[in-house]
């Protein structure tokens, strides 16, 4: 099934938006987001805040709730990867077929 949206071109991209998705790995779903001008860094920003969390990876990936500040982290980890699946399905946006991502996450 083809993508809803088109992911946009670096010619439908903002000077800015165009670098600053040159600095990331080169994820569907960021070019999507970057689609939405005002929502990028946004978006980024708020991913920073919830992958850089007082959770560790090993914590997040393992959902264990260990007081009230881990359990809101865990909440919001869980919502806004819940969100991002959301918008790539309802944009249809195609996954990589490879893995992209070396190291630790990117943070806006």
């Known amino acids: 099934m ?3 949206i088109p992911l946009p071109t670096d010619d439908e991209l903002a000077p800015e938006h165009r670098e600053l998705l040159a600095t990331m790995p080169p994820l569907n779903v960021f070019r999507m987001v970057a689609g939405s001008p005002r929502a990028l860094r ?3 920003g708020l991913g920073g805040a919830v992958l850089s969390s007082a959770l560790d990876a090993p914590r997040r990936e393992l959902v264990v709730r260990y007081g009230p500040r881990e359990a809101a982290d865990v909440i919001l980890l869980a919502s806004y990867y819940n969100m991002v699946s959301r918008f790539l399905e309802s944009t249809r946006v195609e996954i990589e077929d490879q893995p992209l991502l070396n190291g630790p996450t990117p943070v806006g």
């Open 2 to 4: 083809p993508p809803t």
């Open 42 to 44: 946004p978006f980024l």
